[in-house]
């Protein structure tokens, strides 16, 4: 009778697990042996420093963004927050913001050196082809004030200006250097997706007289979200840049967004495409950059459902492990000056968990858990397999690029700790 009592219970149980997705979803994550695992790695990963990773000397804004909250968890706020203020130090007296610092003693890597009289530390450098530095300080501003709850950075003084006044500063060079009046956007430099290298030099990351000036969804997609972000903690900035924000999103929308085939287009070019006339542009996906539109409140759910059911037919079509593709089709041989941006390598087509897991964060944060487990799970499965977090994977999954990847580490950080979240709290 007790072995009778068992079977019959263990079959309702099974029985109510299979009406109940929800239940079986939160089991499995609560039981899922790997997140652990992740965790204690990129904890561990952050110890040792702040650099973008062990090919990298510098830390990099556009990074440290997206692993400031690991690394509040890791450091005391104190450090945390002076990784900040250099790049506050090292302002440009227009507002822009560098891309990464490195000890004076150490800048060799062939960059235009900056330097301030208020940095005597550090050297900064700057990608100009790029234009995301800005938004990308403002947005780890905020994530460290949120993680620690202390907004005291926003009174520092740097010089002889708050922090929360060079933050409006960093806005205000937006508008004043990377803003296209007939669009009502901001611009930067032809690259792949989110990338940072042009397509018309070897290296790529300084505008040159070659340079085709394009507008992307990535970089207005980031400033939004800055926006938004810095009217939160100052909300006495609304009167000022409410409106900004506003418009920025209505344009994303107007000129940005393929409503015919669902996607955004790749660009909008001010002075001619770099490209052959015989590529079909817009036949390319931007994963990286529509997750981050996503972020920006650019897309309806409706629209995130059919963006991601994209994203995971182009894994499929072109063999790649994970939504971390950058995009899809590649763009052809050829195509970049640079040897690294052949088809599916690096920026061109290479898969970055860097920025898939953002669209796991955001699938997560848009209700889409399930979908959200099963796409993060190869991204996990990848890091324990080889024993760390790199930059990015070719598309038949082998590591490539920086090993120690702070910027994977950070994500897959924070998208654990978001599903183990919606577990502890979905009954």
Not at 180 to 204: C, M, N
Not at 235 to 240: L, Q
């Amino acid at each position: 009778m007790k072995q009778l009592f068992v079977l019959v219970f263990a079959i309702s149980c099974s029985w109510a697990m299979a009406i109940n997705p929800t239940k079986t979803l939160v089991e499995k994550v609560k039981t899922n042996n790997t997140y652990p695992l992740i965790v204690e790695k990129a904890k561990a990963v952050m110890k040792t420093g702040f650099n973008a990773g062990d090919g990298y000397g510098e830390v990099w804004i556009r990074d440290y963004n997206t692993f400031i909250e690991l690394a509040c968890d890791v450091y005391d706020a104190k450090t945390v927050k002076e990784n900040l203020l250099v790049f506050f130090t090292l302002q440009g007296v227009d507002g822009n913001i560098v891309d990464g610092f490195i000890p004076k003693s150490k800048a060799a890597a062939g960059y235009d050196y900056i330097h301030t009289k208020l940095e005597t530390r550090y050297a900064g450098h700057k990608n100009t082809v790029e234009t995301d530095q800005e938004t990308s300080l403002i947005q780890a501003i905020y994530k460290y004030a949120k993680r620690t709850g202390k907004n005291d950075i926003l009174t520092e003084k740097v010089g002889d200006k708050t922090v929360a006044v060079r933050m409006e500063e960093a806005m205000e060079y937006l508008l004043n250097h990377r803003y296209s009046a007939r669009y009502g956007l901001i611009w930067g430099a032809t690259t792949a997706d989110w990338g940072d290298v042009q397509p018309e030099h070897e290296w790529g990351v300084y505008l040159t007289s070659d340079t085709h000036y394009a507008i992307d969804i990535y970089d207005n997609a980031m400033f939004v979200i800055a926006l938004d972000n810095m009217m939160e903690l100052l909300p006495d900035t609304k009167a000022r840049w409410k409106s900004v924000r506003d418009d920025i999103a209505k344009n994303s929308r107007k000129y940005l967004w393929d409503k015919k085939n669902q996607k955004f287009i790749p660009h909008i070019y001010l002075n001619g495409s770099p490209f052959s006339p015989s590529l079909d542009e817009n036949a390319i996906f931007y994963h990286g950059g529509t997750a981050v539109a996503i972020e920006a409140g650019l897309l309806s759910k409706a629209e995130i459902k059919v963006s991601l059911d994209k994203m995971i037919k182009n894994v499929k079509e072109s063999g790649a492990a994970t939504i971390g593709l950058t995009m899809y089709p590649p763009y052809p041989q050829g195509a970049f000056i640079g040897k690294g941006m052949y088809p599916y390598g690096y920026q061109n087509g290479g898969d970055w968990t860097w920025f898939g897991a953002r669209m796991i964060q955001q699938l997560i944060h848009y209700g889409f858990v399930q979908e959200a487990y099963e796409q993060m799970q190869p991204m996990v499965d990848r890091v324990i397999a080889n024993k760390g977090f790199y930059e990015w994977y070719s598309v038949d999954n082998k590591p490539s690029g920086s090993g120690t990847f702070r910027g994977e580490a950070g994500v897959l950080y924070k998208s654990i700790q978001m599903i183990q979240n919606w577990a502890n709290t979905t009954k």
